[in-house]
């Protein structure tokens, strides 16, 4: 099973580029979301979605776009890149998204702005 | 609003037990999971609590007090490759997600 899947692994960007970080899911799930996680840090949420054609913001949701157009799909777009994106950004996703529930992480984008 | 408080760091031996503690603060509360994370990887799920009283998975149990707003994951028989980072993370009613602590690291030494 190949669970959450995210691409890039690994990005550079200048600042003011602008990029998309592709995320896909095969479990069916419903729920499915975006965090950032600074050094030493925990996981911040950027945006979320409940389902197809629905997303809403997160803790963190400034200079990020989502879209939703299919269950398996949640892209996150960043415009005008600046350095305090620089993060490692993890896609995630769950049947169900407040209970018990698992959440699956895919494997993580590292992103550098310079 | 939420809000979730770990210690930062706790160290160990191997074949020690040790206990990583998290407190919260919220408002219609659901339950409480726990995530490890080794260094550099994905977060995985390790356990939930939705009721008060400890949930035991192998080596991994963990424990919720609602009166306390307080739970703890404990490890037994520590090993090397338990080194890694520990979060929490509430649920809670209005709240659509999970809300994370920052993480306790645990370093296991030998």
């Known amino acids: 099973n190949a669970g959450v899947t995210q691409t890039p692994k690994f990005r550079i960007l200048k600042i003011g580029q602008s990029m998309t970080l592709q995320c896909t899911q095969d479990?069916?799930?419903?729920?499915m979301y975006w965090y950032r996680q600074d050094p030493g840090m925990g996981l911040k949420l950027i945006y979320y979605?409940?389902?197809?054609?629905?997303?809403d913001k997160g803790e963190v949701p400034n200079g990020y776009n989502v879209s939703r157009s299919t269950t398996e799909d949640f892209p996150l777009r960043l415009e005008l890149a600046a350095p305090s994106q620089t993060s490692v950004y993890f896609c995630?996703?769950?049947?169900?998204?407040?209970?018990?529930?698992?959440?699956?992480f895919g494997e993580g984008s590292w992103l550098t702005v310079v | 609003g939420q809000s979730l408080e770990q210690p930062s760091e706790v160290t160990a031996v191997e074949g020690a037990i040790v206990q990583m503690n998290c407190t919260y603060q919220?408002?219609?509360?659901?339950?409480l999971s726990w995530y490890q994370q080794h260094d550099g990887g994905a977060p995985t799920f390790l356990s939930y609590?939705?009721?008060?009283g400890l949930e035991e998975t192998g080596r991994f149990s963990s424990f919720l007090s609602r009166s306390d707003s307080y739970g703890y994951l404990l490890l037994q028989e520590l090993q090397m490759k338990d080194s890694a980072s520990y979060f929490c993370?509430?649920?809670?009613?209005?709240?659509?997600?999970?809300?994370f602590g920052k993480g306790t690291m645990l370093l296991v030494s030998p």
């Open positions: 995630a996703s769950s049947y169900q998204g407040n209970s018990g529930n698992t959440i699956y």
């Open positions: 979605s409940v389902g197809a054609g629905i997303t």
């Open positions: 479990m069916n799930h419903n729920y």
């Open positions: 609590n939705a009721l008060d």
């Open positions: 993370a509430v649920s809670s009613k209005g709240y659509s997600t999970l809300t």
């Open positions: 919220t408002s219609g509360f659901y339950g």
